[in-house]
């Protein structure tokens, strides 16, 4: 401020008078003192932020896309009252943006001796743990001209599920499911088929079916009855290697597969059959093994909820041992991973032999919406360009798919919102064949 203006302002408080230019130090305390003490007194009548107690409570899981209430407990033991604004502060993908402001703060007043209880209501928008951060209180004084500050922290940690968005299709697929344990007759035997009971026979029967033991205790012909065999292994595995990184739509790969493989979980739990999963780059990132039907889902949402990719490329003979290891005995196995030729040729076809001659596998992969749309543009150079790449990256995708097909395995190949109910699918019509 310049001196002319400093004086004119001291004028007017009645320290100086008009023309003198020099200030008065002795008439700015005379005018200042009042508020000096007015000052002081509100900053003793704060009431001290390091004392205060904090303790937290409320939600320790969500799913993506939920929201859950963090409780805070303050807790007031001196003697004045707390008028505060405290900022809770969580890491940013706790919030959808631009509410991290309006959600992490609060206003509130705690009556000495008592405790007051604040919510602050968390939208994460990743998965896996998030984790509190400091909480910042400021005190202020009854006239709200001073405060103190301080800060204190109360742990308490949130876990972000996968979303599960497939679940909309279990009804439906359980409807098929109690369909195919509901048939009376399978005409084949096939493996992975148990008795069920005996029935007349009646023409068109498989005469293989036909239980001649049984014939010839009684004045019909007797014939087996199969359903399909329950008790079954499934080997979920997660590949998490760089291929599942790539984003498809809003949402990297892992995320779909994640999907694709909690409803199948689901269903085949239902099914009376035992999952395991397998999260494996280059290095086991989750194994989950010997669930109950009951637990095998929580266990499995809670394991995927902190499955990040890592920028590594899998090693698909390591990947191949683990899962030998992993299920001794004849299983199906899950792979969820990638249909690009050069992670499908150099990596898996060399060591998939070693998974077809003792286990059924299916191969299940995110095709990309995208380039659908790519190959059916037209219009201009640059639309025929496009659809040219993408028909290329269509025919390596199909080529690859029956380069597996020739090896035994079943493909699935689909986008994003229609991998899991394909995924399904496939399995019941393994399950119908008798070739689990």
Not at 132 to 150: C, E, H, N, V, W
Not at 407 to 426: E, I, K, N, R, S
């Amino acid at each position: 401020m310049a001196l002319t203006e400093r004086a004119a302002l001291l004028a007017a408080l009645g320290s100086l008078p008009v023309g003198i230019w020099e200030p008065s130090w002795t008439g700015i305390l005379a005018v200042n003192a009042p508020l000096a003490v007015a000052c002081a007194c509100d900053f003793a009548l704060a009431a001290p932020v390091r004392r205060l107690g904090l303790s937290r409570s409320g939600d320790t899981s969500v799913r993506l896309g939920d929201t859950a209430d963090v409780t805070l407990t303050i807790t007031n033991p001196s003697r004045r009252p707390l008028r505060a604004r405290l900022r809770d502060a969580w890491p940013p993908s706790s919030w959808q943006p631009g509410t991290e402001t309006t959600a992490s703060r609060h206003r509130l007043t705690v009556p000495p001796g008592e405790r007051r209880r604040v919510t602050t209501r968390l939208r994460p928008t990743r998965r896996g743990d998030r984790q509190a951060d400091r909480i910042t209180i400021r005190s202020y004084g009854p006239l709200g001209l001073f405060s103190r500050q301080g800060t204190h922290r109360a742990p308490w940690t949130v876990r972000v599920l996968p979303p599960f968005t497939s679940r909309k299709h279990l009804p439906s697929k359980l409807a098929r499911l109690r369909e195919l344990d509901g048939r009376t007759s399978v005409l084949t035997r096939g493996e992975g088929t148990e008795f069920d009971s005996l029935r007349e026979y009646v023409p068109g029967d498989d005469t293989r079916s036909i239980d001649w033991r049984a014939t010839a205790r009684q004045s019909a012909v007797a014939v087996r009855t199969w359903r399909p065999e329950r008790d079954r292994h499934i080997l979920l595995v997660l590949d998490t290697g760089r291929t599942s990184a790539g984003r498809v739509g809003d949402a990297p790969r892992l995320d779909a597969s994640m999907d694709a493989a909690l409803l199948l979980a689901a269903l085949a739990s239902r099914a009376g059959d035992r999952v395991d999963l397998l999260a494996y780059d280059r290095k086991v990132r989750s194994l989950v093994q010997g669930r109950t039907a009951g637990d095998v889902l929580p266990s499995l949402v809670n394991a995927m909820a902190t499955l990040e990719p890592e920028l590594v490329e899998t090693d698909a003979r390591g990947l191949t041992a683990m899962a030998l290891r992993t299920s001794p005995r004849r299983s199906l196995i899950v792979l969820l991973t990638t249909l690009d030729a050069a992670p499908i040729e150099e990596g898996l076809l060399p060591v998939l032999a070693q998974l077809t001659q003792r286990h059924t596998v299916l191969l299940a992969s995110v095709a990309d919406p995208h380039i659908t749309e790519m190959a059916k543009a037209r219009g201009n150079v640059d639309a025929v360009y496009e659809a040219a790449a993408a028909a290329q990256a269509q025919s390596e995708r199909h080529r690859t798919a029956e380069q597996l097909r020739r090896h035994g395995v079943t493909v699935v190949d689909a986008t994003p919102d229609d991998l899991a109910p394909a995924l399904a699918d496939a399995y019941l019509a393994l399950k119908a064949a008798g070739r689990l």
